[in-house]
């Protein structure tokens, strides 16, 4: 694993997170994870292509690994980086703030479900009043039954104030989600031109906003839509219910199968049998609704291989190492 820096701030005293500056590992597997569940340009419309957005999101997983790397400080860029043009360091630094903030918004939070306002919106799972976007441009459910939004931003280079006063402004427009206020509506910026990557999470004081946004979600839709890319993976490449952890079962399916039909010579055996597998808990595979419940049951899984979501890749993945 490798150190992120991550500040906390601006947090009411009831709330279950502490501010100040701490150090958190971040493993291979966490950012892969990840990427797959929020490491998506809604512009792009991939949530509407099912197992098709998954890849593409998968796609970009593996691609973070391009120009992460550890140093002795902690996980920072690679130096390649800036040999990339503008545009191309725009998208990558969206990705690496997207990911990043699902990984913190589990951990400092308390929130395993976090994925984009757009794809619950287009799905039907959350309806809102305003057509604003102005908006968080994420939203988590945690292991309480509370909701939060999130706005998360990425920057390669160093950013003025404003920024951070813009993005906490869009989080904190969202005033009601089924009549009350979310826990959190927090800014979630990713510097990544600093050593190691630091992370801000600001939440703004809360506002009583006559034109802010009142939501709301449909619990078993957020769920169902949560994992749907996934679970259409599952069933498109030939799931198999094979990988267990403690007495919890997953259904499974390698990854990128399609690489190994149009390779021109034999893979070898040794290489072939430790590509990874992408896993979802059994459970959940066959009742997205029942996440909750069925994540209360899971057994300890000291390898990291499990996400707090139940989303899990399986087989072989080196971590980082240091430069």
Request: some cysteine.
């Amino acid at each position: 694993m490798a150190i992120v820096n991550i500040t906390c701030r601006n947090f009411p005293s009831a709330s279950t997170v502490t501010n100040g500056q701490f150090l958190r590992d971040v493993s291979r597997r966490a950012i892969m994870r990840a990427m797959v569940t929020v490491g998506a340009q809604s512009l792009l419309g991939v949530f509407s292509f099912g197992w098709r957005g998954f890849l593409h999101r998968f796609g970009m997983g593996l691609s973070a690994f391009s120009f992460l790397e550890q140093s002795s400080s902690g996980l920072c860029l690679a130096q390649e980086f800036a040999e990339l043009d503008m545009s191309e360091k725009g998208a990558a630094t969206y990705w690496y703030g997207m990911a990043l903030a699902k990984i913190i918004a589990d951990t400092e939070l308390g929130v395993p479900w976090l994925t984009h306002v757009d794809q619950m919106r287009k799905s039907g799972a959350l309806t809102t009043a305003s057509g604003s976007n102005e908006r968080g441009d994420l939203v988590g459910r945690g292991t309480t039954g509370k909701w939060h939004v999130v706005e998360a931003k990425g920057r390669s280079n160093s950013y003025p104030a404003s920024l951070i006063a813009k993005a906490k402004g869009q989080a904190a427009r969202v005033t009601f989600i089924h009549g009350q206020s979310p826990a959190t509506t927090s800014a979630c910026i990713t510097s990544l031109f600093t050593q190691p990557i630091s992370v801000l999470l600001d939440d703004p004081p809360a506002k009583n906003d006559p034109k802010g946004e009142h939501w709301q979600i449909a619990e078993d839709g957020f769920f169902r839509q949560y994992y749907r890319g996934i679970i259409e993976y599952l069933r498109a490449f030939g799931f198999q219910h094979e990988q267990t952890i403690g007495n919890a079962t997953f259904t499974t399916a390698p990854l990128f199968p399609f690489f190994w039909d149009i390779f021109p010579y034999r893979t070898p055996r040794s290489f072939y049998k430790g590509r990874l597998k992408l896993g979802l808990l059994a459970n959940i595979f066959n009742a997205p609704e029942r996440a909750p419940d069925v994540l209360k049951d899971m057994p300890h899984d000291d390898e990291g291989k499990v996400g707090s979501d139940g989303i899990a890749i399986f087989g072989p993945m080196t971590e980082w190492k240091p430069i």
